[in-house]
């Protein structure tokens, strides 16, 4: 958690929470002086008192914005001070291993499961979490071996069809996806 922000980067941080301006896929919050959070709803209910003690480093009202946080840095359920409403839910990561050989493996958080592994074409969300720092470390760490024989066995492609290992990568993540929204892992 970040609380070592100055002033003028507390307050564009503010600025940016209020009008929405943070990365999509997870959940902000401003984080006050004392290490609470404080959710966006509320951040923009009270943005003139939040921005005026923010303004000022001296400020003990509380209300006073030293950062920004997302539910992806957190590793627990957090709520809001003010409101008290629950600002994001710790969504704890499932183990996942490959039924065939269970050499390819996963760590992954349900929600972000469930994001790819909807009906339909899920080919751009899939993609979006291979992005995902925590996801693609894990993925890096695939070798394209067993990747190709994994998929082999699945017996939906062909040689040729699993000569691109992105594609298989990619193939091999909605599965994975697939079976941790179906609690088969
Ligand atoms: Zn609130």
Known sequence: MKTDRSTTEALRALRALARYETHGGYVWAAVI??????????????YRQI????????????????GTV?????EQTETCAHCNK??????????????????LTLKIK???AASASHSGRCDDDVAEL?????IAEQLAEWS??????ELKECGAWDTAQLADNGENIARMLWIACCDVRDGNC
């Open 144 to 149: 394209p071996e067993d990747l190709r024989r």
């Open 86 to 103: 629950v600002i994001w839910e710790y969504d704890e990561p499932v183990d996942w291993a490959c039924g065939y050989s269970g050499r």
């Open 110 to 112: 349900p929600s972000d």
């Open 130 to 134: 291979r992005r995902v720092p925590y």
């Open 51 to 66: 921005f005026r003690a923010t303004s000022d480093p001296s400020d003990h009202s509380g209300w006073r914005v030293v």
């Open 70 to 74: 997302n539910s992806g840095d957190s």
């Open 33 to 46: 002086s004392d290490g609470e959070l404080v959710c966006v709803p509320c951040v923009r209910a009270e």
